[in-house]
Structures are given as structure tokens and as C-alpha cells.
């Protein structure tokens, strides 16, 4: 028998590739921290000597989750403006607060605090937009998680930069020391949107993504606000068309929202290869609008689901937000059929690690891929019986339901109990910097 590390045995196995295929009395042996084998149960008995088995008799196991766009340190802001429009959110809440408190430490104790949410929820990958990215990196480093950490952007200072120039130079220190040797982190240019960076800074960044083959990860067309007052500027362009025209639009494009677009700018995103990172809770909490991203799929474009920070969502719950936009992409095209179950799995899974340029890596079970993947119990009022397992993991499941989360065959998270955070301590921390943020 071949000794490996890990024996996974759950009642269904749920590899996202092939879409819709559900297995049963099917084991998946892990080593090295890759998927190795998925195979019959039986058969796997008689086959592997595992050092770790995982008996999961009432659980699903999936793909962890990719959490497409979030700004995770603002974990430590959730609920501080609710029920705002978001150019009132942002100028007269959100970037006060930020200013007045924002810090390192503040960003540490943020990510953490994320980290564990996400864990809890089954994510195993976000693509991360915030100050002090260089603490992002740190925290998911020590944490397990697997990240793509934002080089942030924009014209204006902040706790982090003075200008565009110091961004940039700031980002690619944070790249080269505490990114680019990290095995599970990945950078990304973060420009932070067209209202708030010119074209210059927007120039250099598509020529440093295009050398360092680095993707560009970008808030587009979040309100209609925005698009009107970009036609209204002298530039008189929509904020789509100008980016066209920077050459920023491609495979390597991450645009964040789009609420509002054009059926021939879906179209480009379709023709251009542009990965589209649609967060509707956050959009629909702020009014914001809805991403047509039933259209945007039959164009070809790639469409992931994200969260958006907890400030303006207000979780990082990926289960919630694969069925809402599968729901509310069923309601805005008045037609059932767009984003069945099957793809709503796929927009938080497989689609985001495309976005990121990790679906070689992750995003499905697939024999030669990395082992990261979550356990959810199905054993509740909620979820019982189980006719269709992708039905109730797309439309019934709560994250509550997660039991076990990996990462490269590192356990996150057994039976429920995080091994990689400390979870009171990181509840206590945050207890403290409400305190500060309400005293401010």
C-alpha cells in the first residue's frame, strides 16, 4: 500500500469540474499537500495507507471558496454607516473613519479578524484590496490562507502612500519582500477606480502588470453616480471606454461591480477576456445596482462572485453570495434557467482562481491540484433530505454548516476549531478597536 497523508471520505464529493457531477462512495487521497487520487472508496481502502483520515459521513466536500473582491481589514468597520448611497457612505463616513484610525496595526488586527470569518465560511482564497498591504500578506501568510494582496492606487494620501508615485514604488517593495517568495500569496495592481486615479499612474500600472505579469484588479461601473459624471467631465467618456483606451482591458483585468454597462460593453468584456468580480449583496445594500452577468457569461466574459468588504455587505459569507447573484441573475433576466446551481458553484470556485490565474492550481478537485477544500455538513434541518447535493449547496447550506477547512493539505479549521488563528484573542483585539473608532 502507498503511505500518504491525507484519506478524505465524504458521502458526496463535489469536484466542480466536470460542472453538475456529484460523486458518492468516492474517497480523494492528498499528499504533499495535492490531490493525488479520487477514487472509489473501496478502493481507496486498499490502495492508500493514509497517515489522516477523515471520515465525513454526512458532508459534502467541495473546492474551497474564492472570494473574488474584498477589502478584509474593513472586517473592523462593519456596520459603522448602514443604509447610506455610496458616494455619501465613502465621503462622509468611511474615508473619515479610515483616516482618523487606519494604521498597520489597525490592518493587522483587521485581516485577522477576517481571516477567521472566512475560514469559518469555507473561503480558502481572497483577492484583497486595502491600505498596508504589506499586513495582508502577513497575517494570510501566518494564517494558511492563500491570497492575491491589492497594490493599492490612488491619487490622493492616505495612511499609506502621499501620491500615485509612492504607491507604486511602495507596491512593488511590498511585492518583491513579502509577496513574491510567499508560496500561497500572489500580487495584484490595485488602482483603486477611474474616479480616483488619472491616467498617468493608470499608464505605468498596465505597463509594470504587463512586465511582471501581474493582474490589475480594479472597482468599474459601480453606480450609475459614476458613469453619469465621468460622461459630464471633459474627458465625456464613459469610465469603461476610457480604460479601453489605456489598454488596461484584457484577460489580465479584474473589473470589480459593473453594475452598469452597455450591451456592447459586454460585449468587450466578452471579446476582451475580462474577468468580472460581481459582489450583489454589497451592490444591492448600497443600491448601488445589478451586474447583468447572465449576459455577461453568454459574451464569454468570466464572472466570480466576492464579497466586498464587510462594511458595506456586511459578511464575508460566500455561501450567501453565490446564491444571491444566482437568485437575483434569475429575477433581473426573468428567466429561471440563468445561473442554475451548478454555476453558481463554479462563479465561486473554479471561476474565481481563473480570475486570479489559479485554476491550474485551484478552484476544483481535480487530481494534480492543490488539496484545497472545505467539508460541510448537510446533517441539519436545513439541508434535509438531499435530493440534488448541488442544488442544496447553491441554494439551502449556511456557512455555519463548514466543519473543516484546508489549504494545500494544511487543516485551517477541524470539526469546527480554527488551528491557525486564536480566535479570542482576535475577538478581543477587535472588541478594542470599536472602542477606538467610536471614541474618535
Known sequence: MQTIDLLVFPKWLVPIEPAGVALTEHAMAVADGRIVDILPADFARQTYAPRDTLNLPDH?????????HTHSAMALMRGIADDLPLMDWLNHHIWPAEGAVVSRAYCVDGVRLACAEMIRSGTTCFNDMYFFPDATAEVAAATGMRAMIGLLLIDFPTAWASDADEYIRKGLDVYENDIRRQPLLRAAFAPHAPYTVSDGPLLKIR????????PIHMHVHET?????????????RRPLARLKALDLLGPDFIAVHMTQLSDEEIADCGRLGVSIAHCPESNLKLASGIAPIAKLIAAGANVMVGTDGAASNNDLDMFAELRTAALLAKGSSGDPRAVPAAV????ATINGAKALGL??????????????FIAIDLNHASTTPVYDVISTLAYAVGRDQVTDVFVAGRALMRD???LTLDEPAVLAKAAEWREKIVGR
Open 60 to 68: 459534502a466536500v467541495m473546492p474551497g471558496m474564492v472570494n473574488g
Open 207 to 214: 505597463a509594470l502588470a504587463t512586465e511582471l505579469g501581474l
Open 224 to 236: 450609475a453616480d459614476e458613469v453619469d459624471q465621468a460622461v459630464a467631465s471633459p474627458d465625456a
Open 344 to 347: 453558481a458553484l463554479k462563479l
Open 359 to 372: 485554476d491550474a492550481e485551484i478552484g476544483s478537485l481535480t487530481v494534480g491540484k492543490s488539496a484545497d
Open 416 to 418: 469546527r476549531r480554527l
